[in-house]
């Protein structure tokens, strides 16, 4: 079946280590996306890609990074310099510039600052 | 830019009840509108998306949303709630590129919790 993988689904990290998570997509989109989610805050877009070897900055993009090095794959980074880092990650993709805009949600990473 | 309220936080109601969950956006041109739901843990599914044409959309679960431009709306409703429709609900409105297509860099709004009492 088609769909988003991430991994890991938990994740506890020390402060001053970074940290990667996964994200893994067979649906031949173009686009892929990282947002982060807190609790009462919804969706907050961290960045986007939608081709392959360029990505975009999003909202709140300060402490993270990523690459797209391949279509099917979009891995995030949490750096040292994330000051709050605990939070539900969530990858996503469309098809692309395409007029529907309709996202695909992988499961999230949960990633807890002890 | 565009954003998103959803003024409720948190909607408790009865199995059986009806049910709306409010949504106000503010966008320039015409808004590309979404509704989606999240169970605890999991990631995001869509229920129903509006473009252009009928203003009142049909989506999954029998969930159905009027769009109305005159209120800046797109309130979701289901006529009768099961007590599966517990969950996270999510408004989001789509951005246009320089090319004037949508694509899915979606701003979001703050969710609204519904607990379903049987």
């Known amino acids: 079946d088609g769909g988003i993988t991430q991994s890991p689904k938990y994740l506890f990290r020390k402060e001053g280590q970074n940290v990667t998570l996964s994200c893994e997509q067979n649906?031949?989109?173009?686009?892929m996306y990282w947002y982060r989610q807190d609790p009462g805050q919804g969706l907050r877009l961290i960045y986007y890609?939608?081709?392959?070897?360029?990505?975009q900055k999003g909202d709140i993009a300060e402490g993270y990074s990523v690459s797209r090095e391949k279509k099917e794959s979009f891995p995030l980074t949490v750096t040292s310099a994330q000051k709050n880092p605990t939070a539900f990650y969530l990858c996503?993709?469309?098809?692309?510039?395409?007029?529907?805009?309709?996202?695909?949600f992988g499961e999230g990473s949960r990633l807890t600052v002890l | 830019a565009q954003s998103v309220t959803q003024p409720d936080i948190h909607i408790t109601v009865s199995e059986g009840a009806s049910l709306e969950l409010r949504c106000n956006y503010s966008?320039?041109?015409?808004?590309?509108l979404f509704w989606y739901v999240q169970s605890p843990g999991q990631g995001l599914q869509l229920l129903l998306k509006?473009?252009?044409?009928?203003?009142l959309v049909q989506g999954i679960k029998g969930f159905e949303a009027e769009f109305k431009r005159s209120q800046s709306s797109f309130n979701l409703r289901k006529p009768s709630v099961h007590w599966s429709d517990a969950a996270e609900y999510f408004c989001?409105?789509?951005?246009?590129?320089?090319?004037?297509?949508?694509?899915?860099?979606?701003?979001f709004g703050q969710g609204t919790i519904l607990t379903v009492h049987p």
């Open positions: 649906l031949n989109h173009d686009a």
């Open positions: 890609s939608q081709i392959v070897n360029d990505f």
């Open positions: 996503a993709s469309s098809i692309g510039t395409s007029a529907t805009g309709e996202l695909f």
């Open positions: 989001a409105v789509g951005a246009l590129n320089a090319g004037g297509t949508s694509y899915g860099k979606l701003t």
């Open positions: 966008y320039g041109a015409t808004p590309y």
């Open positions: 509006y473009f252009s044409g009928d203003t």
